[in-house]
Nanobody, 125 residues
Framework: QVQLVESGGGLVQAGGSLRLSCAAS????????MGWFRQVPGKEREFVAA????????RYADSVKGRFTISRDNAKNTVYLQMNSLKPEDTAVYYC??????????????????WGQGTQVTVSS
């Protein structure tokens, strides 16, 4: 069982930066593939980024490539999403998710087994 708690969301102007954190419980956190998704009302949950257990492999949605960076600190059981050059269209609730140990970098929400409660990110123009 893995429990996930996101933090770091807020209101920022376009062009600004935010860093989201996702704190995980569970002794096997270091073996889980972790992902970030986002969702706006009325739309499906959208893949943002994913990282494998070692941190050596990452994957990004085209819409955030070059602006967002996913990373993890297994000693702290935490995964991060550094978001730079934010745009109004990045406004959404951001969710952290954990896939099974050793999983590939999936982009579909159904592939992930555990979810956080979400944190709101609002980018003003």
């Amino acid at each position: 069982q893995v429990q996930l708690v996101e933090s770091g969301g807020g209101l920022v102007q376009a062009g600004g930066s935010l860093r989201l954190s996702c704190a995980a419980s569970g002794r096997t956190f270091s073996s889980y593939t972790m992902g970030w998704f986002r969702q706006v009302p009325g739309k499906e949950r959208e893949f943002v980024a994913a990282i494998r257990w070692s941190g050596g492999s990452t994957r990004y949605a085209d819409s955030v490539k070059g602006r967002f960076t996913i990373s993890r600190d297994n000693a702290k059981n935490t995964v991060y999403l550094q978001m730079n050059s934010l745009k109004p269209e990045d406004t959404a609730v951001y969710y952290c998710a954990a896939d099974r140990p050793g999983a590939v970098l999936a982009t579909t929400p159904g592939s992930y087994d555990y979810w956080g409660q979400g944190t709101q990110v609002t980018v003003s123009s």
